[in-house]
């Protein structure tokens, strides 16, 4: 008797108790600590936190190991434990320009009140395997007594003694170039209740809260490729990166009953600010316009990403043509999210046996009644040439 | 493990072969972009690995190189290429652009005009001026076999018309040798006047997109324009805070959060030589 | 057993690295100068019947990518395409029209350009560069060359040419941007007529 079911469940428990051998691997080895994960591989533990929508590097570590270093199994296991949380309510909105810096570089300017602060960057290191810069001796540079010497870059000149007593404040680059209305207007705050894109279900069109919620959730491989696509041509927005900054902001939290705000605690992000190029339209005047992106955790690629597929995606809003995908909204939002999205590929590994026969069935008559067809119509157009056969 | 080794200039023998093939062959067709099999290099796309290419494979243990990028030495990504060369090739290094035989630049084009036997490398991010009218490479490639540049001379006449100029102000499109139109890198327009009969030879790098291109010395170099809206450049209604430079390029930097800047060379050598001889900047 | 590595007749560059960049500095400027006469002062090791520069120029630029044509001159000495296959791992050819590059030891008897590769519309590169060794080469006199690296006007004076090379070379600027290029080479020295040259009497 054929009886599925039971050796299924054998062969389930089988591959499980394989993946937990081939999670451990070598014995020989020790195991990883969640602590080395959390410490060593901080840009994957960021990406596992922004991409999951949760700031908790040691649930992102755990996840990042529990799924052997596949990212987006690692956000899809951490998503599906968020999910599971009590919500208490809604932070206020983090103030980035409070931000105690670790990094802030623009593009746009040479130098600039707070100046250039390059901090832990891959930048300007050589893409040479093995050597790992100056820090190459890690027991040498963990010992060393007091803080690493200033990353920031040399002023112009006089200016330095000009901004000593700036270097407290470190002003958005946006701003500045707002003093001159040269760029657009910040969205002005609103107190409407933010969308939420874990509790509704997205619509189209879409508000840019929400839409900057899909970005800052969507797959960094997917919003780095849409946003390449923007700088070859396929609907250009001419962007500067006028500011990308990299440090801890505090959360506040506002509860009704006390009528006042209380600080959870701090958080690291990375905010860019694009400043894109506009030639103005009927209703508006020249000036630049913004993308803005911000993510948990390093990660400026990701912030970037979402910065330019942000201004792509105002093409409407501005009276630009649409023309590339990038500018798409639906075609862009529907997409990025990379949980839903190998899900959906990777359930073609699922059984389908019963659609497939339903398949085979119907292309077996089709083919049937082709052959039938092709054969009447050979046999009224060939009969001489059938003859001689 | 021992770390792996190099080659001198880092590339192997073989794609510096392959590259110097390239570049002759954009020298012998000035303007035009000749696709090549550009490699992964130890600086991410966009960094200038098409400049780093193209430097790899021309220099040798008695050049003198130069870096810029936005026309100073001393920012990052200049620091970083030039730092890479002293190293892998082990050749001597300069900030003065007069004592230089290979200048790699992003951006800019040297003040100080440059002289024969110089060769500047630039670095290209998209080497196709036709890519933002048309994103198809069969079609641009196309438009480039026919000179089917109408489409270029209307894009800068609609800007005209909404404007009353063109508004166009880096990355702004040449003519080579009356034939090839050309990119030549984000450059502010203000350097476009500097690759017309230029006594040094031109070489433009582009690593993401695999395209070399060339201008061979004393070549012309016309900017697009109409006979009733000839081209113009920037021009800065002040003079540099630092040396007091007039007619070079000026870096506008803010200096507080209340809307006050001042004005410096973007070209730092030029400043700075301009700064160690007062006298000679007067009568320059 | 060991067996001795083939030693090769003629030892080529004595720094493969250093020299062919040096050479290939020369063939740039010379490119890039059209009809501007190079001096070459790192010279190879190879077949004698082979001028130095244009030995040198040969394995600073020819590799397996690049089909080498040989003219009846320089094939009939087996030791040319045994060493530029010994030191370049290049391969040869017989139809001039499929060579990246063609080794010219009689000029005067060098095949019509035309029959040579002459790129495309679209891919221009995609085209031959043609090496003529000759016996003399200076700026005396002789063509009087204008274009695109040439301030005014500059003379080249070679010899021995094709008897139709001022029509040739008219009609390969004719053919711009497709065309071949031109390396002319005599003892140490060499200079280039690249295909955006014009050439006047």
Aim: aromatic share 8%; proline share 7%; glycine share 6%.
């Amino acid at each position: 008797m054929y009886v599925a079911v039971k050796g299924g469940e054998k062969a389930i428990a089988a591959a499980h108790e394989q993946l937990s051998r081939a999670r451990r691997g070598d014995r020989a080895f020790a195991e990883l600590e969640l602590a080395q994960i959390r410490e060593q591989l901080a840009l994957a533990v960021a990406r596992v936190m922004s991409e999951a929508s949760l700031y908790d590097a040691e649930l992102a570590a755990l996840a990042i190991k529990q799924s052997r270093g596949d990212l987006i199994e690692a956000i899809f296991l951490a998503r599906a434990y968020r999910t599971t949380l009590p919500r208490f309510g809604e932070s206020l909105p983090i103030a980035t320009e409070r931000m105690t810096i670790k990094r802030r570089i623009s593009a746009c300017f040479k130098d600039m009140p707070g100046g250039q602060v390059l901090g832990p960057t891959f930048d300007y290191t050589h893409r040479l395997l093995g050597e790992m810069g100056k820090a190459a001796d890690e027991e040498n540079v963990a010992s060393k007594p007091g803080v690493p010497a200033s990353c920031k870059m040399p002023g112009v000149a006089h200016l330095e003694s000009l901004a000593s007593d700036a270097t407290a404040s470190c002003p958005r680059v946006a701003k500045l170039l707002g003093n001159e209305a040269l760029i657009e207007e910040p969205p002005s705050p609103s107190h409407a209740r933010p969308g939420d894109i874990t509790r509704e279900p997205l619509g189209f069109p879409a508000e840019r809260d929400v839409r900057l919620q899909s970005l800052a959730r969507g797959d960094e491989g997917f919003l780095l490729g849409l946003a390449y696509s923007t700088q070859r041509g396929f609907g250009r927005t001419h962007p500067f990166a006028g500011e990308i900054r990299f440090g801890n902001v505090e959360v506040e939290f506002e509860a009704p009953e006390l009528g006042f705000s209380v600080p959870l605690g701090e958080i690291e992000v990375t905010e860019c600010d694009m400043v894109n190029q506009f030639r103005g339209s009927a209703n508006a005047p020249p000036q630049f316009t913004r993308g803005y992106g911000l993510v948990f955790g390093q990660s400026e690629r990701k912030a970037m990403s979402m910065a330019l597929v942000d201004r792509a995606l105002r093409a409407r809003e501005l009276g630009e043509e649409i023309t590339a995908p990038a500018q798409d909204e639906e075609f862009v939002l529907s997409h990025s999210d990379n949980v839903q999205a190998t899900g959906f590929v990777e359930h073609l590994k699922l059984p389908h046996y019963v659609d497939f026969q339903a398949e085979l069935f119907l292309l077996r008559q089709l083919r049937r009644e082709w052959e039938e067809r092709h054969a009447a119509v050979t046999a009224t157009q060939q009969p001489s040439r059938e003859a001689a056969e | 493990m021992s770390a792996p080794s190099y080659n001198f200039a880092y590339l192997d023998e073989q794609t510096k072969r392959m590259i110097r093939r390239a570049i002759l062959k954009a020298i012998a067709v000035p303007g035009y972009q000749v696709p090549f099999a550009s490699r992964e290099m130890p600086m991410p796309y966009g960094w200038g690995t098409g400049g780093v290419q193209i430097t790899a494979s021309i220099i040798g243990p008695k050049d003198v190189l130069k870096v810029i990028d936005q026309g100073s030495d001393d920012t990052t990504n200049a620091v970083s290429i030039r730092a890479f060369f002293a190293k892998v090739a082990s050749v001597a290094v300069t900030t003065r652009t007069r004592e230089a035989d290979i200048i790699q630049t992003r951006h800019r084009i040297p003040e100080t005009p440059l002289a024969e036997g110089q060769i500047i490398v630039f670095q290209v991010p998209i080497p196709e001026p036709l890519r933002f009218l048309e994103p198809r490479e069969t079609e641009t490639r196309l438009m480039h076999a026919l000179e089917d540049y109408g489409p270029m001379h209307i894009k800068l006449y609609e800007d005209i018309a909404r404007h009353g100029h063109i508004a166009t102000t880096y990355a702004y499109p040449v003519r080579v040798a009356g034939r090839y139109l050309m990119d030549p890198s984000p450059t502010p327009k203000f350097d476009n006047p500097k690759m017309h009969i230029s006594p040094a030879l031109q070489l433009f790098g582009a690593g993401r997109e695999k395209r070399i291109y060339a201008i061979p010395p004393n070549t012309e170099v016309v900017s697009l324009d109409f006979e009733d809206h000839p081209f113009e450049v920037q021009r800065f209604d002040r003079t540099c805070a630092l040396c007091g430079a007039a007619g070079v390029y000026l870096d506008e930097v803010l200096t507080d959060d209340k809307g006050a800047r001042m004005f410096v060379c973007s070209d730092t050598d030029h400043c700075e030589c301009r700064q160690a001889a007062p006298r000679l900047a007067e009568g320059a | 057993m060991r067996r001795a590595a083939p030693r090769p007749r003629f030892s080529g560059f004595d720094d493969p690295v250093f020299d062919a960049q040096m050479t290939f500095r020369a063939v740039m400027n010379a490119t890039a100068n059209p009809g501007r006469v190079e001096e070459l002062s790192l010279l190879p090791d190879m077949p004698s019947r082979l001028a130095a520069s244009l030995a040198a120029a040969a394995l600073a630029l020819i590799d397996h990518d690049t089909p080498v044509f040989l003219d009846r001159s320089f094939a009939s000495d087996p030791d040319i395409a045994a060493s530029l296959s010994f030191h370049t791992g290049c391969g040869f050819v017989e139809d001039p029209s499929c060579a990246a590059f063609a080794l010219i030891g009689h000029p005067a008897e060098c095949p019509a350009f035309s029959s040579f590769a002459q790129g495309t519309l679209e891919y221009p590169d995609r085209s031959a560069t043609l090496f003529l060794q000759v016996e003399k080469l200076d700026n005396e006199a002789g063509l009087r060359l204008r274009g695109p690296g040439i301030s005014d006007s500059r003379h080249l004076a070679a010899a021995p040419l094709p008897a139709s090379l001022a029509e040739e070379l008219a009609a390969n600027r004719e053919r711009f941007p497709q065309g071949v290029d031109l390396l002319l080479f005599n003892g140490s020295r060499l200079a280039a007529l690249p295909r955006s040259t014009r050439v006047e009497g």
